[in-house]
């Protein structure tokens, strides 16, 4: 579930890091007016660029989305981690076993 806009939880990370649109950018490398138009609500940000904002910003891109989450980011350590482990146990399913796991994420989405 929602709670406010990415361009509202953007501003929101900036303000809590006292980062302003210019240092974001070039810290980011994202142009001003693409962070114009993000903070304005005008378009969200694209997975690539999300996961660069949250990066930087260091919070979770869940909640960056404007979902109801912790705002604390995971470390990139740590994910790939967890995805190993994950995968892992993944392979070792049988494909109809796959599919009930790909049916249950999506449900979860």
Do not use: H
Request: aromatic share 4%; glycine share 4%.
């Amino acid at each position: 579930m929602k709670e406010e806009s990415f361009g509202e939880r953007l501003k929101k990370a900036m303000q809590i890091r006292n980062m302003n649109a210019a240092t974001l950018s070039r810290k980011t490398g994202i142009k001003p007016p693409m962070i114009s138009e993000y903070l304005s609500g005008k378009c969200n940000a694209k997975q690539d660029k999300l996961y660069v904002l949250a990066k930087e910003l260091d919070v979770n891109e869940a909640w960056l989305m404007g979902f109801d989450v912790s705002i604390s980011r995971i470390p990139d350590v740590m994910r790939n981690e967890e995805n190993k482990i994950i995968l892992e146990k993944i392979e070792k399913l049988s494909k109809e076993q796959k599919e009930i796991i790909i049916k249950m994420i999506d449900n979860m989405k």
